[in-house]
């Protein structure tokens, strides 16, 4: 029997290599496998938020060797970090494996756990589950929001504050809170 494992970082996949043995091959997909590019269109808004993803070269490696090692496996266990990124890196991970028809019949199962020991990893195994649809959906919500308010505020900041990175959905709302206290600011008229 072969499984293979896949988590985010190569430091665990050693570490978990070890303790699952000779059945399984962990491989890491170092973070996120795939994103929106940095142009316009990559997410529609009048098309039910439509998401164009990209997988960059490095990721295109990785996603190679997970695909040739799920070749004669029965199983893939996705078992990045358990936050909502590390669901939403799982989902896409399974989303690339789809399209390059990497899966035939295997059966997919997503582990967690919050310990990197031999007792956290191989419990977690006994308990597999479906990715988590929730979180992966508020990561997409998040990830839509920060491109489409970014990508329309980062160049008005790069015109306005030369040498500034970008503007995302936090610094947007806290610009706007400073705007309108300092417009309260300017409008107050004491009086005694």
């Not at 699952?20 to 890491?28: E, I, K, M, R, W």
Request: proline share 4%; hydrophobic share 40%; with cysteine.
């Amino acid at each position: 029997m072969n499984n293979v494992v896949v988590v985010e970082s190569p430091s665990k996949a050693k570490t978990i290599n070890k303790y699952l043995g000779s059945d399984y091959t962990v491989l890491a997909s170092y973070g996120h496998v795939r994103d929106l590019p940095s142009k316009d269109g990559s997410v529609e808004p009048d098309a039910d938020f439509a998401m164009h993803y990209e997988v960059d070269a490095d990721s295109k490696k990785q996603m190679g060797a997970i695909a040739a090692a799920l070749k004669g496996a029965d199983m893939l266990y996705l078992a990045t970090d358990p936050d909502r990124e590390g669901e939403a890196i799982s989902w896409h991970v399974l989303e690339v494996l789809k399209e390059k028809n990497a899966l035939k019949d295997q059966i997919v199962e997503r582990v967690v756990f919050n310990a990197i020991t031999k007792q956290a990893v191989t419990e977690a195994m006994k308990h597999p589950r479906d990715i988590d649809m929730e979180l992966v959906e508020a990561y997409l919500a998040r990830r839509a929001l920060d491109y489409l308010v970014g990508f329309t505020l980062s160049p008005v900041l790069w015109r306005k504050l030369p040498g500034a990175k970008s503007a995302g959905r936090v610094q947007s709302v806290a610009l706007r809170l400073i705007c309108e206290r300092e417009h309260e600011i300017e409008q107050f008229r004491p009086q005694e």
